[in-house]
């Protein structure tokens, strides 16, 4: 793994920037925001603020700083995240019990690891500036999937509470054009996916190779609000015929009759936002469904997904423009947005579910030591999602770049894109 | 029911020193703190503060002061606990997932609340006052039980957090004075036990009523920790001879070889206290024990548990004094105090188990109305506790108090004595 | 503990018969019917024909037959119940998993277990004679508490097939005979029960004791079908008001609407029996329900249940007389009977809840050894019931009898009858 | 889909030997045995017995049978496995609880239909042929694979009884001979793999298609017991590092050791088979191992798992030949059998995990119906295991064929063969 900034003075600024970008995600919150846990799968605010900044310290600080103290004995013991081979972690469920440290404490932290991390930077030798570039680099993309963590779990975990909080202060306008979705067909045969190797990506998007496709066609634009609303209207949560048999169970447990967040009133649907409880918007993508919600629409539609192959050589010409969280807007928007190709909304306003289980690629090679378990571990039981949502920073996304969830989840910023044989 | 305050003015000032006294308990806390629920018997700081209150705006304001107008309309859905007649309430385990109302919202609605009940006092008719002094003094009275829970449930909040966080700031010595526990013997015969009407009790006190009494004697002093080790270190948490079945059960299930927040370190016992980590002292009645534990010990010691009878009769001559939150410790001592009978450590320090299941007084009567589920509703699954703990005011204990909790809780300040049959 | 029988030949009958009605219990069971177990409060058939066996075999045979070999070195891990001190047992809750031994196996360990007694029954010297045939007499009333398990157990194992399967033959005519019910009165004072100790009862029975008792009234018949219908169309289990909270939240959680094993089919109750399903009868004792609804009915209806001191004291002359298990039938009935006090359906029928929590009385002693473990060890979270139901042994029941389940428990034939002060 | 038999009399022979056949492999069983499901994965043998007939009930006697009247009203809903639009079915979890209609009665059923199922055979129309053909070969396949879950799960509910029964009665003499694994390379690039319509096939298995590979090799035989303890030893089920992070997860909460039904005495493995509890042979596959299991050995050999196209494509030579249930033997061999490529247990012994998910292939169809439910819908969270095992009839396998289970699933004969790059 090699650093794609060369530039030392780019690689500080970076660093700099991404970190703050952190804290201005949270500006708006109360003290109390920051540490609840309303599911398992989501995570404190807090948490989050400290966990990034324990990478730095566990895989920079405390190997190329010779000085350096942790300012804390315990904080690799409540900070870490999954990594089994730094060592033993508090429990993942739990992480909502947890008030201290404080709110306070924890950005004193932040403080202390990123002065280190500065001066570190700053007196780094030509020898060691390759090795520490590239887990810099690696840190601030990790910091950045976890700013999108940090949007989608506190809007979860503000979600349960029935006044339902305002979390980010802007509300954007949706334009009321009405856009047609298209199909545009590929002939497939022997292509070529995955990362080149140019530029920053994750050991899981390479190495580039080929596959063979079967002639497909790939819709223009996701599947809108409206469209939802007219398999949900036809019965789609209540006919078995549609739903994988897992997504069934799910449906049948969970009592699932509409996407997450959406509450019907008076006959009309809401929605929880990230700007409060609002009227479905039927222009919109459709958001926060599940795999088995994006398969059940797809069958109801005479449709299918696209796989990750399809939906990547389809997409890989689309420029990286759209809603994203940069806007601080964190909501899907009805506006068409600019395809430079047939293509709209290809990257921003919601992750699409693909029908690829998230498997590794051939030849691929997960990163050495501790950070193996980046993402080669999570091999099993998820699908492939891609092209990023509004959460997803503008400069984090690829066409290569690989997501993944379990089927049943839905707290992400979810929808998807149909396809078909051809 | 009769206030049993009849000076407005008193009324005014304790109404004052109670509410003033649940916010005294809290000021060493962070935000953070006030928020969390670490298991589904406590309740967040937050919470506590505002249900008392609400039972004021509630039972009082709305019913008393005509020009009352509630501050927030989703109050009573957040903040009222179990009064299923008042309308519904938000799930009691997820009280800890809501972080709104922030703690200073929170704050801020005792102070509207406290004015407008101060305001509603000081104005009162002459013939509304014997009714809304009896519910004020009922609202101060369960603000206490509040104050106990609070106390009980920051000390279990903070407790699972592995930093071991200091609650109350002052330490205070415990004396080395070794006492000898003897037994004190009770002819029995017809006695009477229960509220006898003069001055507040509880529903479930009253009324006195006569009992029949076998001979018995009951323990001077509570079992401590240094007797209790010795079960321990006997096997009797292996050993399922001595335990209820429900008891084996539970100690299987659970897991438990100590009391609940004991752990061990070098060879030697620690518990987790509110002043942080810290040796357990051999000479401090033991607590936190289950009614299963109080039972085992009991069977292994070859004596039995007091019926809540034994020990009203034995106890109901004994001064209130002793070891009470009014000291802001939160810790039974070592100190043996002053009896001024033939028993040790009968009010404060530790709540004490007895063999009585909590069930009605014959020709008992819970309170009409939406207060009648105050105590009753509560009558099945739960063994009564007799003579307040180092978390009870000393204004709230009474000879005839009856606690009562599930015999396999272990979170409050729960200790027991024996009896023997004579 | 001595034997009240004291005629060897008496006993050598009596063990003959206890142990031959066991089997005529089951004699129109399919094979199949003896394996499951429908829910963990069950036991299949054949673990009962078995474990009745073990007992002899365990406390008896191993003890006093010299020459005993046990016929299986796997039975005492598999047929022990829950004697912790006779070693480990096969998890209570996995009995219904064990195809082996098989039914005909299971026989031919009772008529192992059978002969050998018989033969120590016969040889057995004098001096061992009081020994033996206590223990003779105890294993008897064990098996005929199994006889009433098997009838219970059985009804529910069948009840969850949607054939409905018929367990007992004959089905036993109703007369039409409507009964007033009337409440008769008790001045109370000072009065005694619990077991003198004259013929066989159970360690939790005695000793006999003083109570004292307030003035009460009890009602000449348990509440019928046709009284509890009124209470469900009255919105009985939707109005929280009337419910323990335990049960409150037992309703909701089990979704109950009315007694176990009720059906409603175009708006008429019918009720699976051990004749099948059938029409609800109004002037049948309610039967099937937990201590949560009986105690929400008499809080419906205004009254209270009796406590167990309450209900022996005004039965204790009753004859027992009524609907047994000897009858074959299985299911109460609409008879009235006949009363030889004021009462009626005292004994058989129905079991009766009281208010009063399992406890040891005053100076009792559990049985040494394992058999210590007979009754004392389940004295936490169950309710006394008393009377006898359709599915006892005539033989069986006593005035002081002391049956004992949790208070959410269904499958027993449990009703209720009312009480009120007076 | 068209049926593969063209000649009446085949299929007739086929119908009579494929339904005998079922019944063959259950002879050995007692009434007990047929009742019972000791997980929910398993179904009691009586239930599958009833299931496969009802297969041919609803799928063709109901549909071209005109005069055919079903046995029982109620058999729809009890042996519907799961076809939602066939309509409600009995409980899957609570199969183990009927104990009606009895084994006697099932196989009144199943005599029943197949009475008519042969009338209507020997009496159809030439038009109707094609049609009905095809749906008895598919209805025999499908008792072929419910023969399969016959043998594992009457194994599975055998194993928790400590009595450790033996189901299959002769055992089978595994050679010495020590065999060596080698690894076979291919090139890869442009392949085709699955089933090209010639033959019976399931609607998963098509159509054939192109897929491009990279060059690898494949292992000439299974990990073996002997491989596998070597993994064990080092330490495999406590080093987190091998593991897949959900397959971490299901080792710690399912506390595993070693493979499904090994035990260790006196410092030696046993584990129960089809023939009771034997010592595991170092020669024999491992079997009865997760996909977590197979990727963690696979991981600490320094190897990976085939994808199911490398597989196909390296395997799709191997003749049809080795140890399946036509033997009776029920149980992988340490015979090397005779490979007629370089690949050696092929087929038979163990199914071969992949570390491929189960998919639809491109352009692949579900069936039409009801029966498109027969596999679609169960592709989430499965892998695809190749080969066949002990249990599978040598006339059910084709290298084309695709199993599919939860990677957590270990009753199966599951073993595993390693793969890598070249």
Redesign the interface.
Known sequence: MESTVTKKDTLQQLFKNVRAFTETLVENL?????????STETSPT?WHLAHTTWFFETFILKEYDGGYKELHP?FN??FNS?Y??VGTF?PRD?R????????AEVYTYRKYVNTHMEALLSQLSDEKWAEVASLVELGLQHEQQHQELIVTDIKY??S????Y?RYMPQDKDVSSKKYETTFHSFEGG?VEIGHDGKGFAFDNEGPR??????PYALASHPVTNGEYIQFIEDGGYQR??F??????ATVKEQEWDSPLYWVKQDDEWYSYTTHGLERVHPDEPVCHVS??EATAYASWAGKRLPTEAEWEHACQGEAISGNFIDELNAHPTGDEGEGNGPFYKVFGDVWEWT???Y??Y??SKPLEGALGEYNA?????Q?VLRGGSCATSASHIRPTYRNFFN?DKRWQFSGFRLAE?R
């Open positions: 109360q003290t109390e925001d920051y540490v609840v846990q309303a807090k315990q013991y409540l999954y089994e081979t508090f739990s909502g019990l947890l008030t201290r440290p404080t709110v975990n503000l349960i509470n029935p006044l909080p022997l190779h080929k596959v063979w496709l079967e078995a015929e739903w994988l048999s897992d997504g069934w795999y088995y029908r690829s289980a498997s590794p051939p030849r571990k999570f091999m099993s039981n699908m089927p044989d």
